[in-house]
């Protein structure tokens, strides 16, 4: 029975989601698989990777292949290198601390550059909000500044208006005094008249 390392699609349209399974070559993509062996998410950056590094190694000395995707999984987290000093110990080269101890280096080293990329894409991302929020700022001072014009001129025809308001209302008072002051003269004859 071939064994292939592959990987399971799961997940929703468009956003894919994937097991790692150590499954029969002739099964299908999405069926029966032998063994669960991890995790592959490639919705998050950087991806997002679990593996059981053990039971990939057991797998691979049985003889199962990955498929090309697989194996640059595999090889991202460790797999093929600890199948390679497996093989030394196999061989009598190595023995399982001096294995342990090289992986466990080269699993520090990959990590600190994992957290490099992830510092620098916070990084990226906070310098890309930080330019988006100048621009706003930026695109917020200009709408006032073409604002504030048309309200001066607003302002300008208001008090041309009111002034033109208030002389007509001057006007109607000076109107009104005028109209008093023909009926007083001829108040003042009608209370003579009534003497």
Same mark, same amino acid.
């Given at each position: 029975?071939?064994?292939?390392i #592959?990987l399971?699609r799961?997940?929703k349209?468009?956003?894919?989601?994937y097991?790692?399974?150590?499954a029969?070559? #002739?099964?299908?993509?999405d069926?029966k698989f032998?063994?669960k062996?991890?995790?592959?998410?490639p919705n +998050?950056?950087?991806? +997002?990777?679990?593996?059981?590094?053990?039971s990939?190694?057991?797998w691979m000395q049985?003889?199962a292949?990955?498929t090309? +995707?697989a194996?640059?999984?595999l090889?991202?987290?460790?797999v093929?290198?600890k199948?390679?000093?497996?093989g030394?110990v196999?061989?009598g080269?190595l +023995?399982e601390?001096?294995? /342990?101890?090289k992986?466990k280096?080269?699993l520090d080293?990959?990590?600190a550059?994992?957290?490099?990329k992830?510092?620098?894409l916070s990084?990226?991302?906070?310098?890309?909000r930080?330019k988006?929020?100048e621009a706003?700022?930026?695109?917020?001072?200009?709408?006032i500044?073409?604002?504030?014009?048309?309200?001066?001129?607003v302002?300008?025809?208001?008090?041309a208006? /009111?002034?033109?308001?208030a002389?007509?209302t001057e006007?109607?008072?000076?109107e009104?005094?005028v109209a /008093?002051?023909?009926?007083?003269?001829a108040?003042?004859?009608?209370s003579?008249?009534e003497?």
């Open positions: 029975m071939p064994v292939r #592959r399971q799961h997940g349209k468009g956003k894919p989601f097991w790692v399974v150590a029969d070559s #002739r099964a299908k993509r069926g032998l063994e062996l991890g995790i592959y998410n +998050t950056n950087p991806a +997002t990777i679990e593996l059981d590094v053990d990939s190694v057991r049985n003889g292949q990955p090309d +995707t194996r640059a999984i090889s991202y987290k460790g093929l290198l199948h390679h000093l497996m030394g196999a061989k080269a +023995t601390e001096q294995v /342990e101890e992986f280096a080269w080293e990959k990590e550059a994992i957290q490099a992830k510092d620098g990084k990226a991302d906070a310098e890309a930080a988006a929020l706003e700022k930026e695109a917020n001072e200009k709408r500044a073409a604002a504030a014009p048309v309200e001066e001129e302002a300008e025809e208001a008090p208006e /009111e002034s033109a308001e002389a007509a006007e109607a008072p000076a009104e005094t /008093e002051a023909e009926e007083a003269p108040a003042e004859e009608a003579k008249e003497e």
